[in-house]
């Protein structure tokens, strides 16, 4: 069984960036052919598929978010984290880490980041 959980601060000022840690467990990372990823859902709104890396090392963006998002991954610890810089408001969310690139069969139960001065 698959096991995957967020941590990091649940509160991050406007400008800074926000940085969050998947810990995987029941299964490697660097399994062929995994893609692992970090979504988002903002108050009242949808599911947002921000990046994700893949089994090898490669990363993939959404185009809105490339520019302020950064994924990599500690294979020792079996661990992928994100950076998201220059915050605001718009990026408080629950941000979810998830196996999988475009269909999820795991998901960590979430965590809340609140972007507030």
């Not at 196996?99 to 507030?116: H, I, P």
């Amino acid at each position: 069984q698959v096991q995957l959980q967020e941590s990091g601060p649940g509160l991050v000022k406007p400008s800074q960036t926000l940085s969050l840690t998947c810990t995987v467990s029941g299964g490697s990372i660097t399994t062929n052919y995994y893609y692992w990823s970090w979504i988002r859902q903002p108050p009242g709104k949808g599911l947002e598929w921000m990046g994700a890396i893949a089994y090898s090392g490669s990363t993939y963006y959404s185009p809105s978010l490339k520019s302020r998002t950064s994924i990599s991954r500690d294979t020792s610890k079996n661990q992928f984290t994100l950076q998201l810089s220059s915050v605001t408001p718009e990026d408080t969310a629950v941000y979810y880490c998830a196996r999988g690139g475009s269909r999820y069969d795991y998901w960590g139960q979430g965590t809340q980041v609140t972007v507030s001065s």
